[in-house]
């Protein structure tokens, strides 16, 4: 009996990592299917079909959520959007798979700086200058500039129906 508990831990285990080790690995390519699918959802970005673009890009992750230029694009498409915080989180989905890649922390970066984050902008642009090392990076350049220019100006909205006479 006092081994029962004990073997029925080891056999969970040796399960949980058996199947680990099935999954995809890191730097296993993209799918082909995916890679596909991201191109119509570029062109559809380019066309300026957000909606459209939306549907083939998320359809793209769901063949192979590895596919860090599809989150990456989705990012681009929800910052087009007016929807930096859904742009944040895309980003740091393509982050997660590629910690370097520059033009994520560049589109990272301007969402943060558009809601109003702009240290965590600097954050980024540091981040960026340290992979591109001394040699200027274009994605440097525009971030500064971005957080240069600084977030929006947030601005009350005014009700312009006339409101009915109370009695």
């Known amino acids: 009996m006092r081994y029962s508990t004990v073997a029925a831990a080891a056999a969970l285990t040796l399960l949980t990592v ?6 995809q690995k890191a ?4 799918d082909a299917r995916s890679l596909a699918l991201l191109a119509k959802g570029r062109a559809a970005q380019a ?3 957000l909606d459209a673009a939306t549907d083939v ?4 992750l769901a063949v192979d959520p590895h596919n860090r230029e599809a989150f990456v694009v989705l990012g681009q498409v929800a910052q087009a959007r007016g929807l930096p915080g859904k742009a944040i989180r895309l980003y740091r989905e393509a982050l997660l798979l590629d910690p370097s890649d520059i033009t994520a922390l560049r589109g990272q970066g301007e969402a943060f700086v558009n809601k109003g984050a702009v240290q965590r902008a600097r954050d980024n642009l540091a981040k960026i200058k340290a992979v591109c090392g001394k040699a200027a990076c ?3 350049s525009a971030l500064a500039a971005v957080i240069a220019k600084g ?6 909205s005014v009700e312009t129906t006339p409101r009915p006479a109370s009695n």
């Open 27 to 30: 730097d296993a390519p993209v």
């Open 138 to 140: 274009a994605e440097s």
């Open 18 to 23: 058996s199947t680990s080790l099935h999954g």
């Open 151 to 156: 977030p929006p100006i947030a601005t009350a």
């Open 57 to 60: 890009l998320e359809t793209a």
């Open 47 to 49: 066309a300026g079909n």
